[in-house]
């Protein structure tokens, strides 16, 4: 087995492990999937608190139908709202609630935890500058963005 071999089982069988457990842990803490937290993430970072079902479903790389069943929970969970574009009404968004910006606020602290001790601490400060210019390399790797809402 090669070093190419090697390197891309290794990436993909921590990247399934990783989720696996940053998933496990947000529903046992805040009853949220990673998913659920990644969308929450996203309008919390983004202006106004809200996003375009389009951006948002670009932003996730979920398919449309794909993020409308996503936001749908999370609208029946109270922590999102759809609302209209006043100029556009094939236009709709998803915006955060206050209640789904106290769950996000709730939920990063864990989810923070959770990174630095299944990620962050297997590297020195040095590793991890060389792993994100690495990283930074692969296609879809660059749109940024902080893990958590201050």
Do not use: N
Request: proline share 3%; hydrophobic share 45%; aromatic share 4%.
């Amino acid at each position: 087995e090669g070093a190419a071999l090697q390197a891309w089982r290794g990436y993909l069988r921590s990247h399934a492990s990783i989720l696996r457990e940053l998933d496990a842990e947000l529903i046992a803490e805040e009853g949220l999937t990673a998913r659920d937290y990644e969308v929450l993430l996203i309008l919390g970072q983004a202006p106004e608190l809200r996003l375009a079902m389009s951006g948002l479903a670009e932003s996730t790389m979920l398919t449309r139908s794909g993020i409308t069943r996503l936001i749908d929970g999370l609208v029946r969970e109270g922590l999102i709202e759809r609302v209209a574009c006043p100029r556009d009404a094939r236009v709709s968004y998803a915006q955060l609630t206050e209640a789904g910006l106290s769950k996000l606020r709730r939920a990063g602290t864990g989810h923070v935890a959770a990174i630095e001790r299944l990620f962050l601490a297997h590297f020195s400060p040095r590793e991890l500058e060389q792993l994100a210019e690495l990283i930074g390399r692969l296609p879809g790797a660059s749109s940024g963005g902080s893990c958590t809402v201050e």
